[in-house]
């Protein structure tokens, strides 16, 4: 079996199989991933296979990137080139085309001087590989388009797709797993839904699988959705009803605990506050955004300040601290961006354990330095795991609390206490744990390893990416950073087969502009990555402001 092995980041790699949409490669792909996953070696922590790339996610402090590598070039050296046995399940999804659920049939037809019905047959009757999932969560990446059908992408993208919606984009076609903005013209509906966080495995489709669509008219796509709805209570016919029941049940208990004291109630939410934690691991395969905290650092070490295991959820405030009544008494500890913490008016120290009585009030001053605030609780905050994770994700509607952020007059809830060391017994340990404090700087440089598609740049190019200084610009969410400054020169534009991006790949776009991938990035892209920053420095470069000063370096162990 051909292959290359390169880093991504000092935490992951990716095994490289070829370089174009090939069913072959994409078998290797998946047999790759099938007997890594047999070895069951500790320290790897997720394999996410895409149309020609396996990507790795493993312990550093298991594995150094020269011996995992050793450890796969021995097994996948031994595996044959080519293999028998087709890959997934044959999947049959039902589709309503044209009318309002697929408004741009016509256009299609008009660009391939097609008939309508000639689109719908067509369209449905191929056979469609599932090469990855990514995008959105749940998304499939359909190979398998009748070069007939080609058409172009929509000259301004609709501010939001409805979830089943199947669509064409230039050679591509596929169907929304969740609503999203987006650009595709889109022919039909299906009623079932590709993703659904409440079915034991939320993602539908996967990597292998073999789909068809099948024409179904609008009397039909409205019996489906009604008949799956009585069944099992949502518009899915692999609904699990298991675990529906155990979600309404999980619902009562919340509801039944309002009516109680809540431990405290949001009284101003400031800009953009949410429940956090270490992020949503492991769901990468099915385009599930890692998620969690943005500073990473500040929110373990507010938990350990109070005693907490450092994975709890805390709140994450962007930009300004909010206002919280307390009805229990409790600590907390504030860490991240520089602000002013104050206790009914009366100022408090941040980075160290807080003592909260019943009545009392927090709130906040400007910050003055960075961009999140970290209020950890100590037990942490109750709020149901998703995806074994308690992270909100907007763009998905998961985890926190209904996966939005939080709005005044929200009332939440600490966990039960646990068996863990008091503050008082681990004040000696507070010099040790304060050396993971996130300090912020104007000017920052971020140490980077090299992507394999370093490639893709002129060496006046990648000169200039380690040469010159960048400034973080106001675009810069829990998505991305964008940057300004020098253009990056491309050898042959920005744009590559969609691969595996992670926290801290730098992306170049058509303009030459750096893109750094941040806590809420999707888990696929496809602009040319010409680095990826390595895991110490992702704190700080989270808590750069609009304005902050960028240098790059190239990192050596």
């Not at 590598?69 to 044959?80: A, F, V, Y």
């Amino acid at each position: 079996m051909k292959f290359e092995i390169y880093p991504l980041g000092d935490s992951a790699l990716t095994i490289c199989f070829g370089d174009e949409i090939a069913p072959q490669i994409n078998d290797n792909v998946l047999k790759a991933a099938e007997s890594i996953e047999a070895l069951d070696l500790s320290g790897l922590f997720e394999l996410i296979p895409t149309y020609c790339t396996l990507m790795i996610h493993y312990n550093k402090q298991v594995y150094s990137f020269a011996k995992i590598s050793k450890i796969l070039s021995e097994l996948l050296g031994d595996l044959p080139e080519k293999f028998g046995t087709a890959w997934g399940r044959n999947i049959e999804i039902p589709v309503c085309y044209g009318g309002e659920l697929g408004p741009d049939i016509e256009n299609v037809a008009k660009h391939t001087k097609l008939s309508e019905d000639e689109v719908v047959r067509l369209h449905s009757e191929a056979e469609y590989r599932v090469y990855m999932l990514g995008f959105l969560a749940g998304f499939p990446y359909l190979g398998g388009l009748n070069p007939k059908l080609e058409t172009p992408r929509l000259d301004s993208p609709r501010t939001k797709i409805e979830a089943g919606s199947v669509g064409i984009a230039g050679k591509q076609t596929g169907a929304y797993s969740i609503a999203s903005p987006g650009g595709w013209q889109l022919i039909g509906r299906t009623p079932i839904k590709l993703y659904d966080i409440r079915r034991p495995k939320p993602a539908l489709l996967q990597a292998g699988d073999r789909v068809r669509f099948k024409p179904i008219n609008f009397d039909e796509y409205q019996e489906l959705v009604q008949s799956f709805e009585e069944e099992n209570g949502d518009s899915s016919p692999i609904y699990s009803k298991e675990s529906s029941k155990e979600r309404i049940e999980e619902i009562e208990e919340r509801e039944r605990k309002a009516e109680e004291c809540a431990a405290f109630t949001v009284k101003n939410a400031g800009f953009l506050t949410t429940i956090q934690d270490q992020g949503r691991n492991g769901y990468r395969s099915m385009g599930v955004s890692v998620s969690g905290a943005m500073d990473k650092a500040s929110a373990a070490l507010a938990n350990m300040l109070i005693g907490n295991s450092y994975k709890e959820a805390v709140l994450e405030c962007m930009a300004m601290g909010p206002v919280l009544s307390f009805s229990k008494d409790t600590q907390i500890a504030i860490t991240g961006a520089g602000t002013t913490p104050k206790i009914n008016g009366v100022e408090v120290k941040e980075y160290k354990a807080i003592k909260i009585n019943a009545g009392d009030e927090l709130s906040f001053g400007p910050v003055t330095q960075g961009m999140f605030i970290y209020i950890a609780f100590e037990n942490g905050i109750d709020v149901p795991k998703e995806l074994g994770s308690r992270s909100t994700h907007m763009r998905t509607q998961m985890g926190g609390l209904e996966g939005r952020k939080l709005v005044k007059g929200d009332c939440l809830f600490l966990r039960k206490p646990f068996n863990k060391t008091s503050v008082k017994n681990r004040e000696e340990d507070f010099g040790k744990i304060l050396s993971f404090r996130t300090v912020w700087h104007k000017e920052i440089t971020l140490r980077v390893i090299p992507d394999r598609f370093e490639s893709r740049f002129t060496k006046k190019g990648i000169d200039t990416f380690y040469s010159s200084q960048y400034t973080v610009s106001t675009s810069c969410d829990r998505m991305g950073y964008r940057l300004e400054g020098e253009k990056i020169e491309h050898i042959d534009g920005a744009d590559i087969i969609t691969d595996v991006v992670i926290m801290g790949s730098v992306q170049i776009t058509p303009k030459g502009q750096p893109i750094i991938m941040m806590a809420d990035c999707q888990t696929t892209g496809g602009y040319t990555r010409i680095g990826n920053i390595i895991s110490e420095d992702l704190p700080k470069l989270a808590q750069c402001t609009p304005g902050c000063k960028i240098k790059f370096e190239l990192w050596s162990n």
